[in-house]
C-alpha cells in the first residue's frame, strides 16, 4: 500500500510540474547544412578469400533537419553525399539525439546507404546498391548555430566490388568530422 501511494503522489507531482510549466517542454524544428572529412574503409575479401579493401580520405556534405521535444531530446534526420574512391554514395541517416551537458550531445541510429553509379562503373560492380549501417557520434556546440561533430559507421551490407583492384563483397565503414550550422 505505501508503494502504491509513493508511485500516486510521484505521478501526481511530476503530472503537476509539466501542466505548472517548470518543465522545458518546447517542441521546435531546426534546419541547416553539414560537411567535412571521411576516412571510408571497404573490409572486403580479396579473389582467394584473405582480407582486402581500401582506406581513404574523402568529402561529405548536405542537410540536415533535427525535431527537439524538450532540451535533451531530439531526432535528427539528414540527406548526405559522399565518395569512396570513385563511388558516389548518398547517406540517409536517423538518429536519436540526447544532451548530456549544455553544449554536448550524444546520438545514434540507422543509415541507409544508396549507391546510384551505374553498373560498371570503371571498374565497379555493386552487388547491392541500398545498404544499412548503424552510427553512433557526438557533437560539441562551438557557437550559437555551429556544431563540430564526429562519428563512427558501420556497414552491414556487401555493397562494392572493384574488379581491377580484385577486392569483393565490400562492406563500408565510416569515420567522419565535420561541421553542422543550423539556420537562424
Known amino acids: 500500500m505505501k508503494k502504491l501511494t ?3 503522489t ?8 509539466i501542466f505548472s510549466g517548470q518543465i522545458q ?13 571521411n576516412q571510408s574503409n571497404i573490409r572486403a575479401l580479396d579473389n582467394m578469400g584473405d582480407k582486402s579493401g581500401y582506406i581513404g580520405t574523402e568529402l561529405y556534405g548536405g542537410f540536415v533537419s533535427e525535431y527537439h521535444f524538450d532540451d535533451s531530446n531530439a ?8 565518395y569512396t574512391q570513385a563511388v558516389t554514395i548518398i547517406e540517409i541517416p536517423i538518429y536519436y539525439k540526447y544532451k ?43 557557437l550559437n548555430n555551429f556544431f563540430v561533430e564526429g562519428s563512427f559507421s ?7 566490388n572493384q574488379n581491377a583492384l580484385e577486392y569483393y563483397n565490400g ?6 568530422l565535420g561541421l553542422v550550422y543550423f539556420l537562424k
Open 6 to 8: 509513493l508511485l500516486t
Open 10 to 17: 510521484s505521478l501526481s507531482m511530476f503530472v503537476g510540474t
Open 25 to 37: 517542454t518546447e517542441k521546435y524544428w531546426k534546419f541547416g547544412l553539414k560537411g567535412g572529412l
Open 75 to 82: 531526432i535528427q534526420g539528414s540527406t548526405i553525399v559522399s
Open 100 to 142: 548530456l551537458k549544455k553544449d554536448f550531445s550524444i546520438f545514434a541510429g540507422p543509415k541507409l546507404n544508396y549507391i546510384p553509379d551505374p553498373q560498371g562503373n570503371s571498374f565497379y560492380f555493386f552487388p547491392n546498391r541500398l545498404g544499412i549501417s548503424a552510427d553512433i557520434g557526438v557533437d560539441y556546440q562551438i
Open 154 to 160: 558501420k556497414g552491414f551490407t556487401e555493397q562494392i
Open 171 to 176: 562492406k563500408r565503414d565510416v569515420l567522419r
